[in-house]
C-alpha cells in the first residue's frame, strides 16, 4: 500500500500503539534552549533521573540572551540571567552539547540545528518550542513539546502522540518577481485561515516548492504551526542532501552513503491518499504583509484592508472589529503608504544568510527613513560570521540599521526588550499577536525584504519597486 512520507517516518518510529489511541514514537534528537531548558533538566535531576542518550541532546543560548555587541550573559529580562546560568550548569552536569552564549555555532535552534546537520531527513526532533516544525524542511519529523513532554523525551527517548491526519499543499507554478517563501506561506494562511492546518501534518509541494533553496523550505514550515498544523515537512530531495553534506554532524564516509540511500527513499508514493489537498496557484501571490493581530490577516501589499465577508459568523465579526480598532486601521484603509516606526529583521522564519542578502539587495546604496527604527539580529553567530565576510554588515549599518548578535530578540520580547508603545513595526517574524513586540505593538508581517522597502520608505511599500 502506497504511503505518504509522514506515514513511513511514523512508521519508522513507531514503538508502540497504545489503548487510547495514541502511539509511542522514537525520539532520535531533542533540542533545548535556555528558556525552558534548564527547567527539563532540573526537573529530571530532582527526580533521579538521567538523560538516556547525552550525545542526543543539544542546547542554545537564544531565547532571551540580550543581543547587543559585548552581551555576555546580559539579559533585560527579571532574573533571566539566572536562566542562562542554571542552563549552562545543567548542560554540564548531563554532559549534553551546549552552544553559549560566546560560543562561534551559538544562534536560534531551528537555525543552528539545519546549518550544523543535527536535523536529517527521516529523523525525529522535537524542541520546547512551537516552531520546531521549521526544521521539517529537511525532511525530518520535528514538532514543538512542552517543559514535561521535554523531560521524558530525554529519560526514555520516547514520547506519546496521537496520530494527526495527512494535508498535501502544492504550491504550483513560478513565484512572481518579489515574491518568496514568506509571501508563501503568509498568503495560504490568509486564505484558509489560522485554523486551516488544525490536526494535520502537512507536506509542501508543487513547482514553486521544489524550486525553492532550503532556507526559503525553512521559511515555508516554520509557519506551518501559524497554520494550527502539528507540523509541516518538505521530502528530501538532491537540495537536501546537498545542504547537509560535509556538515558537522551529518554523516561521515560509509555512514554518509547508507543515510543517502535511505534518505532517498523519504518521500510520499505515487498512489499515497492524503486526507485534504490544497492547491495553490502561485500566479495568485503577490508580496504580502499582514494587516491585522493574526497570521491570517495577511494580504498583498498593494491591496487594502478586507472588508469583513458577508457570510462573517457574530464571533467573526467581533474577531475582525478587534483587529481593525487594535491596528487602527479601518476596513477599505490601504496598506501601502501607511507610516511606520520600526523595521526588524530576524526570528527563526527570516534570519539566515539568505534572508540578509536579499534584504541587503534592497538597501545597498539607501537609507533608513529617519523616523524608523531599523534593527537587524542575524539568526546564528554564524550567519552573523557569513554576512560579515561578504560585507552585508557594512550595508545595513550604512542603511542605517542597527547591526546586533544573535538571538530570538524581538521577536517577543526576547531580552526584555520591545518596540516603543502602539508602535507600528514592520518585521520578518512569525507572530503578530496584540503586544507580541511591545505594549500594544502593531506588527505586520512581511518578508525581510519587503522590510528593508519599508524602512527605507518609511511606510508600507511594494518591495517590487526598489528591485
Same mark, same amino acid.
Given at each position: 500500500?502506497?504511503?505518504?512520507?509522514?506515514?513511513?517516518?511514523?512508521?519508522?518510529?513507531?514503538?508502540?500503539?497504545?489503548? @487510547?489511541?495514541?502511539?509511542?514514537?522514537?525520539?532520535?534528537?531533542?533540542?533545548?534552549?535556555?528558556?525552558?531548558?534548564?527547567?527539563?533538566?532540573?526537573?529530571?535531576?530532582? @527526580?533521579?533521573?538521567?538523560?538516556?542518550?547525552?550525545?542526543?541532546?543539544?542546547?542554545?543560548?537564544?531565547?532571551?540572551?540580550?543581543?547587543?555587541? =559585548?552581551? =555576555?550573559?546580559?539579559?533585560?529580562?527579571?532574573?533571566?540571567?539566572?536562566?542562562?546560568?542554571?542552563?549552562?550548569?545543567?548542560?554540564?552536569?548531563?554532559?549534553?552539547?551546549?552552544? @553559549?552564549?560566546?560560543?562561534?555555532?551559538?544562534?536560534?535552534?531551528?537555525?543552528?540545528?539545519?546549518?550544523?546537520?543535527?536535523?536529517?531527513?527521516?529523523?525525529?526532533?522535537?524542541?520546547?518550542?512551537?516552531?520546531?516544525?521549521?526544521?521539517?524542511?529537511?525532511?525530518?519529523?520535528?514538532?514543538?513539546? %512542552?517543559?514535561?513532554?521535554?523531560?521524558?523525551?530525554?529519560?526514555?527517548?520516547?514520547?506519546?502522540?496521537?496520530?494527526?491526519?495527512?494535508?498535501?499543499?502544492n504550491f504550483n507554478g513560478q513565484?512572481?518577481?518579489?515574491?518568496?517563501?514568506?509571501?508563501?506561506?503568509?498568503?495560504? *494562511?490568509?486564505?484558509?485561515?489560522?485554523? %486551516? %492546518?488544525?490536526?494535520?501534518?502537512?507536506?509542501?509541494?508543487?513547482?514553486?516548492?521544489?524550486?525553492?533553496?532550503?532556507?526559503?523550505?525553512?521559511?515555508?514550515?516554520?509557519?506551518?504551526?501559524? &497554520?494550527?498544523?502539528?507540523?509541516?515537512?518538505?521530502?528530501?530531495?538532491?537540495?537536501? *542532501?546537498?545542504?547537509?553534506?560535509? $556538515?558537522?554532524?551529518?554523516?561521515?564516509?560509509?555512514?554518509?552513503?547508507?543515510?543517502?540511500?535511505?534518505?532517498?527513499?523519504?518521500?510520499?508514493?505515487?498512489?499515497?491518499? &492524503? @486526507?485534504?489537498?490544497?492547491?495553490?496557484?502561485?500566479?495568485?501571490?503577490?508580496?504580502? *504583509?499582514?494587516?491585522?493581530?493574526?497570521?491570517?490577516?495577511?494580504?498583498? +501589499?498593494?491591496?487594502?484592508? /478586507?472588508?469583513?465577508?458577508?457570510?462573517?459568523?457574530?464571533?467573526?465579526?467581533?474577531?475582525?472589529?478587534?483587529?481593525?480598532?487594535?491596528?487602527?486601521?479601518?476596513?477599505?484603509?490601504?496598506?501601502?503608504?501607511? /507610516?511606520?516606526?520600526?523595521?526588524?529583521?530576524?526570528?527563526?522564519?527570516?534570519? $539566515?544568510?539568505?534572508?540578509?542578502?536579499?534584504?541587503?539587495?534592497?538597501?545597498?546604496?539607501?537609507? +533608513?527613513?529617519?523616523?524608523?527604527?531599523?534593527?537587524?539580529?542575524?539568526?546564528?553567530?554564524?550567519?552573523?560570521?557569513q554576512a560579515e565576510a561578504e560585507?552585508?554588515?557594512?550595508?545595513?549599518?550604512?542603511?542605517?540599521?542597527?547591526?546586533?548578535?544573535?538571538?530570538?530578540?524581538?521577536?517577543?520580547?526576547?531580552?526584555?526588550?520591545?518596540?516603543?508603545?502602539?508602535? $507600528?513595526?514592520?518585521?520578518s517574524t512569525n507572530r503578530n499577536?496584540?503586544?507580541?513586540?511591545?505594549?500594544?505593538?502593531?506588527?505586520?508581517?512581511?518578508?525581510?525584504?519587503?522590510?528593508?522597502?519599508?524602512?527605507?520608505? =518609511?511606510?508600507?511599500?511594494?518591495?517590487?519597486?526598489?528591485?
Amino acid at each position: 500500500m502506497d504511503k505518504t512520507l509522514f506515514e513511513k517516518i511514523w512508521q519508522h518510529h513507531l514503538v508502540q500503539e497504545l489503548d @487510547d489511541g495514541a502511539a509511542l514514537i522514537y525520539i532520535d534528537r531533542v533540542f533545548l534552549h535556555e528558556r525552558t531548558g534548564s527547567i527539563a533538566l532540573k526537573s529530571l535531576e530532582a @527526580d533521579k533521573r538521567k538523560v538516556v542518550s547525552p550525545e542526543h541532546v543539544f542546547c542554545t543560548m537564544d531565547h532571551i540572551v540580550d543581543t547587543v555587541i =559585548g552581551r =555576555g550573559d546580559n539579559t533585560k529580562v527579571p532574573s533571566g540571567k539566572n536562566f542562562i546560568l542554571a542552563t549552562r550548569e545543567a548542560c554540564i552536569d548531563a554532559k549534553i552539547k551546549l552552544f @553559549d552564549v560566546n560560543d562561534p555555532q551559538q544562534g536560534i535552534v531551528h537555525v543552528v540545528s539545519p546549518e550544523l546537520g543535527i536535523v536529517q531527513p527521516g529523523a525525529t526532533l522535537v524542541c520546547p518550542d512551537s516552531h520546531t516544525c521549521s526544521q521539517g524542511a529537511l525532511g525530518a519529523l520535528a514538532w514543538g513539546i %512542552g517543559s514535561s513532554e521535554a523531560e521524558h523525551a530525554l529519560a526514555t527517548k520516547t514520547l506519546r502522540v496521537s496520530k494527526p491526519k495527512t494535508m498535501k499543499v502544492n504550491f504550483n507554478g513560478q513565484l512572481g518577481f518579489g515574491v518568496t517563501a514568506k509571501d508563501m506561506i503568509l498568503h495560504l *494562511i490568509g486564505k484558509y485561515s489560522a485554523a %486551516g %492546518g488544525a490536526g494535520y501534518v502537512i507536506e509542501f509541494g508543487g513547482t514553486a516548492v521544489d524550486a525553492l533553496d532550503i532556507e526559503g523550505r525553512l521559511t515555508l514550515c516554520n509557519m506551518a504551526v501559524e &497554520f494550527s498544523a502539528f507540523t509541516g515537512l518538505v521530502a528530501p530531495d538532491d537540495k537536501a *542532501i546537498a545542504y547537509l553534506k560535509g $556538515r558537522e554532524y551529518a554523516p561521515k564516509g560509509a555512514l554518509w552513503q547508507q543515510a543517502v540511500a535511505f534518505w532517498q527513499s523519504l518521500y510520499s508514493d505515487e498512489h499515497a491518499q &492524503f @486526507d485534504k489537498t490544497i492547491e495553490i496557484d502561485c500566479a495568485d501571490i503577490s508580496p504580502t *504583509i499582514t494587516w491585522g493581530n493574526s497570521p491570517q490577516h495577511a494580504c498583498a +501589499v498593494d491591496s487594502v484592508v /478586507p472588508f469583513a465577508p458577508a457570510d462573517a459568523t457574530q464571533n467573526q465579526l467581533k474577531a475582525l472589529n478587534r483587529a481593525y480598532e487594535y491596528m487602527d486601521l479601518p476596513a477599505g484603509s490601504a496598506l501601502k503608504g501607511l /507610516p511606520i516606526g520600526a523595521a526588524f529583521i530576524g526570528s527563526c522564519t527570516n534570519s $539566515r544568510i539568505s534572508d540578509l542578502r536579499l534584504a541587503a539587495k534592497v538597501l545597498k546604496g539607501r537609507k +533608513v527613513a529617519e523616523n524608523v527604527n531599523a534593527i537587524c539580529v542575524p539568526g546564528s553567530t554564524t550567519v552573523k560570521r557569513q554576512a560579515e565576510a561578504e560585507g552585508l554588515d557594512k550595508i545595513f549599518i550604512a542603511a542605517g540599521f542597527e547591526w546586533r548578535e544573535a538571538g530570538c530578540s524581538m521577536c517577543f520580547f526576547a531580552g526584555g526588550e520591545s518596540f516603543g508603545y502602539r508602535q $507600528r513595526v514592520v518585521t520578518s517574524t512569525n507572530r503578530n499577536f496584540e503586544s507580541r513586540q511591545g505594549p500594544e505593538t502593531r506588527s505586520h508581517l512581511a518578508s525581510p525584504a519587503t522590510v528593508a522597502a519599508c524602512a527605507i520608505a =518609511g511606510c508600507i511599500a511594494d518591495v517590487r519597486e526598489y528591485l
